[in-house]
């Protein structure tokens, strides 16, 4: 005898709950489905910058949406939307036991972040979405989002044959190389978004996590002044622990002179003498001297992340603000 079909019951029992500032049981209820879900889909699903956002509670243009279900003690859903200078960023997770086909969690919690932004005045969105599937794409259309920029993460097994080469470096110095390398990464990356807009406080917020290591963080000077960097970070949580090329750029000024390889090699030596199996970094799919520099040391692509963009209109009259 056939099943008779299930109903799926979640999407008139799903409750959202909008936080402008998240509590501590909040967060713990959080990253308890953040856990379940990197277990189930093996990667974290909230950026970095995002989930620094969430423990600390938020920060100015934060909205965290926690969906509840009933008869469920935790949620089962959550999207997290922030503020940049000049775009929005969305991203988001449903618990892995809540992913039924025709289930709307996902949905439901982008078009709420949506409203929100919409509410907030409008701009650019921008929602990443690691390793997506064609159920980020239906999620995506159905809040009238396309395509945007791809991320492709690269891996490498380590150690690199050869080493490094005799390039001179020294490690960056808390307190006294923030404005250096503020002003080298603002010039380098001016055309991408995310990392170009770093400021003094997302680079304060870095050196305070628990992985900062100013030893893996090398630095190259010419001309008495900063030329380019490699900024490395270990996953020692990771199975198997991965060592990451977490930022490297070259100067303008001085690019093309063979640096960014030199820094790259030096990063990926310093990974090695750690005892790190594997090398692994992100870079922008169109970022064709990055990737061809990557290819060329040996790195091949292991999953695409992906934006998916809109544009939100601004509501007519008067844009309401937080004022947070
Ligand atoms: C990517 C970057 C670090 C390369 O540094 P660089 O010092 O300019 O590069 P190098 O002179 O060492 O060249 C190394 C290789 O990079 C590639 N490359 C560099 N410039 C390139 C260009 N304009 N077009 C295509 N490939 C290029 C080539 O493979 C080159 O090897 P080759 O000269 O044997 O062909 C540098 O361009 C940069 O800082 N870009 C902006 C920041 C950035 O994108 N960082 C990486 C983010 S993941």
Known sequence: MAEPPRTPHYPRSVQLEVKRRMGEADIAAVSELLHVATVADEHLPLGEHMWLDLVEGGRTGFAGFVA???????????????????????????????????????????????DEIRREGGGHVHMWVPKPGPQHDAIATAN?????????????????????GPLRLRTFEPGRDERAWLAVNARAFASHPEQGEWDLETLLRR???RWFDPKGFLLHERDGRLAAFCWTKVHADHDPPLGEIYVIAVDPAYQGLGLGRQLLLA?????????????????DASNEPGVKLYRDIGFTVDHVDRAYVVDVPAPPGPAASRGT
């Open 68 to 114: 509840w279900e009933a008869g469920h003690g935790h949620p089962v859903g959550y999207a997290q939307l922030s503020r940049g200078r000049t775009s929005w960023a969305i991203e988001f997770v449903v618990d892995p036991h809540h992913r039924e086909p025709g289930g709307t969690i996902g949905a439901d919690l982008v078009r709420a972040a949506l």
């Open 267 to 283: 990063g990926l030596d310093w990974l090695a003498r750690r005892g790190l199996p594997t090398a692994m970094l992100y870079v």
């Open 144 to 164: 009238g989002m396309s395509r945007g920029r791809e991320l492709l993460q690269m891996r490498r097994p380590l150690p690199v044959p050869g080493g490094r």
């Open 207 to 209: 050196e305070r996590e």
